[in-house]
T-cell receptor
C-alpha cells in the first residue's frame, strides 16, 4: 500500500526567504511522486512530478523537489518565496507500474508568506 | 473545453435526498477520476474510469455512491440518501492514456447536506 506523510500542516516564511515543504512517502513499488498546489477557490495545479528519471525535478514558478530513495523523501523547495506562493500544497504518490492509477494525497501543508 | 468542467459548483441538499454531480473531462482524455476532499484534508480517491468502464472503484465509501461514464466522456457521480457526513468538495480529474501522466483537476463541486 502507498501512503504520504506531510510533516508540517502549516509553514510560514517571509517574502524573499527560502521555502521547504517536507514530504515522506511509503510505497511497495517504484513510485511516481507529484506536488500539487491549491490556491483558494481554484483547482489543483501540478507543480512538478518525479517518474524515475532525474532525481532532482524542476517545476513551475521556481519550485523543485529531490527524490531521495534512501530517505523515502520528496521535499519541495524554492529559493525565494513570493507572496503569490501562499496556498495549500499537496504531496502525492502513485504506483502506476502496478496498474493502479489512484493518486494518494498527503494531508496538505498550508504555506503563508509574510511581507 | 479548455479544462475539466464540473457542475454545479455548489449544491445544497437535504439529508436523505439524491444528488448527481457532473464532470466534463478534457476532450480526448480516456482516464477520469473522482476524489472527495473534506475540510482540512487532502483529496481521497473514490473511483477511476478507463473509457466507459470503472477500472477501480475501491474508494467508494458504501453502496450509496455510484458513478457512470456511459459514452467514455462525461461522468456523473450519484449519491443516494445523502447524509451530513457526505458534505465535502467532490473533485473530478482526467488524464490521457498512459502511465506517469499528470491528472488535470476541475474546480470541484461543493456539496453541503443539511
Amino acid at each position: 500500500a502507498q501512503s504520504v506523510t506531510q510533516l508540517d500542516s502549516h509553514v510560514s516564511v517571509s517574502e524573499g526567504t527560502p521555502v521547504l515543504l517536507r514530504c515522506n512517502y511509503s510505497s511497495s513499488y517504484s513510485p511516481s511522486l507529484f506536488w500539487y498546489v491549491q490556491h483558494p477557490n481554484k483547482g489543483l495545479q501540478l507543480l512538478l512530478k518525479y517518474t524515475s528519471a532525474a532525481t532532482l525535478v524542476k517545476g513551475i514558478n521556481g519550485f523543485e523537489a529531490e527524490f531521495k530513495k534512501s530517505e523515502t523523501s520528496f521535499h519541495l523547495t524554492k529559493p525565494s518565496a513570493h507572496m503569490s506562493d501562499a496556498a495549500e500544497y499537496f504531496c502525492v504518490v502513485s504506483e502506476v507500474d502496478t496498474g493502479r492509477r489512484a493518486l494518494t494525497f498527503g494531508s496538505g501543508t498550508r504555506l503563508q508568506v509574510q511581507p | 473545453g479548455a479544462g475539466v468542467s464540473q457542475t454545479p459548483s455548489n449544491k445544497v441538499t437535504e439529508k436523505g435526498k439524491y444528488v448527481e454531480l457532473r464532470c466534463d473531462p478534457i476532450s480526448g482524455h480516456t482516464a477520469l477520476y473522482w476524489y472527495r476532499q473534506s475540510l482540512g484534508q487532502g483529496p481521497e480517491f473514490l473511483i477511476y474510469f478507463q473509457g466507459t468502464g470503472a477500472a477501480d472503484d475501491s474508494g467508494l465509501p458504501n453502496d450509496r455512491f455510484f458513478a457512470v461514464r456511459p459514452e467514455g466522456s462525461v461522468s456523473t457521480l450519484k449519491i443516494q440518501r445523502t447524509e451530513r457526513g457526505d458534505s465535502a468538495v467532490y473533485l473530478c480529474a482526467s488524464s490521457p492514456l498512459g502511465s506517469n501522466t499528470e491528472a488535470f483537476f476541475g474546480q470541484g463541486t461543493r456539496l453541503t447536506v443539511v
